[in-house]
């Protein structure tokens, strides 16, 4: 079993910066490829980023590219996201993600969740 707590959404300007955090328990997680989506208010939960369980290879969402980094600390059970240049369209709950059994960029395809945490972009 994995528990994933995803920390560090907050209101933030447009053109501001965000670090999210994902502290994960369980001592499989090295071995998980990692994801986070997002989902705003009457949307459909969509893919922001991935990372490979050996941290060798990361995805990214034509929306966030260049602007969102996604990194991992296997020793550390910590996954983030590194987000800038928001924008207010990326206001929404972001969630961490791990073991992706079939597809890296659908939410169907990870077995363990976060909560979430809230990001506010203001215009």
């Known amino acids: 079993q994995v528990q994933l707590v995803e920390a560090g959404g907050r209101l933030v300007q447009a053109g501001g910066s965000l670090r999210l955090s994902c502290a994960a328990s369980g001592r499989t997680f090295s071995r998980f490829a990692m994801g986070w989506f997002r989902q705003a208010p009457g949307k459909e939960r969509e893919f922001v980023a991935a990372i490979t369980w050996s941290g060798g290879n990361t995805y990214y969402a034509d929306s966030v590219k260049g602007r969102f980094t996604i990194s991992r600390d296997s020793a550390k059970n910590l996954a983030a996201l590194q987000m800038n240049s928001l924008k207010p369209e990326d206001t929404a709950v972001y969630y961490c993600?791990?073991?992706?059994?079939?597809?890296?960029?659908?939410?169907?395809?990870?077995?363990?969740w976060g909560q979430g945490t809230q990001v506010t972009v203001s215009s």
């Open positions: 993600a791990a073991d992706a059994r079939t597809s890296l960029t659908s939410p169907l395809g990870y077995r363990y």
